[in-house]
């Protein structure tokens, strides 16, 4: 079986995906942390592997940038791959001066401006929630390995290059702790086909202090999140 965006083998793909967003990031991990790692996909570029991590076959692809690129890939894990959980591990930008570069965001909800929840059910839900017991997993596995976890509600923006938009605007008006790119698609099509969805992330720069870490750090660091993300994957 294969897709026009996924040429991998209905058995090729693990019941749990991790997804980061960058294709480099997902061979990062495979070729560090997976063990018998093989590549089932690389259409488009988008790398996906399928290995063990501690003896439980886990696949991590990659999503590529924005709502449209995460709803295209985690619509067909789901429903035509048979994907029961999808942990997104990205990046994000702070929108508050106590979230500090490299700290790790677990999203409890995503606030978004955009339209692709009444494109795919005719109804507007500008927040989404995370799935509660995937949540509550991560939040478990993240206190036996001694992570800390700032939670909270993120914006999910359709546009990287905003003028005039503040970050105190999404803070306050809509709760908003930091700002990321695909876990709005994630979540709606989580909940569409009655799967599991969570989303973790590092923060990799601040839009109250200007501070930044450069695309080499994004792409082969953040080893914490991604031990996370893979605990508690091997424990599902």
Known sequence: MSTAHISSNIEDIAPTVIMPGDPLRAKYIADNFLEDAILVNEVRGMLAFTGTYKGKKITVMASGMGIPSMGIYSYELYNLYNVENIIRIGTCGSYTESLKLRDIVLVDSSYSESSYDEITTGENFPVLKASFVLNQK???????????????????????????????????????????????????????????????????????????????????????????????????
């Open 138 to 236: 991560i939040r478990e596995v993240a206190k036996r390995n001694n992570i800390e976890l700032t939670i909270g509600r993120t914006h999910c923006s359709e546009a990287f290059y905003k003028k005039n938009v503040s970050a105190d605007k999404y803070f306050y008006e809509h709760e908003c702790i930091a700002v990321e790119m695909e876990a709005f698609a994630l979540f709606q099509n989580a909940n569409i086909a009655n799967k599991q969805a969570a989303c973790i992330l590092t923060v990799s720069d601040s839009l109250i202090t200007g501070e930044e870490t450069t695309s080499e750090e994004r792409q082969n660091s953040f080893v914490e999140m991604i031990k996370l993300a893979l605990e508690t994957a091997s424990s599902l």
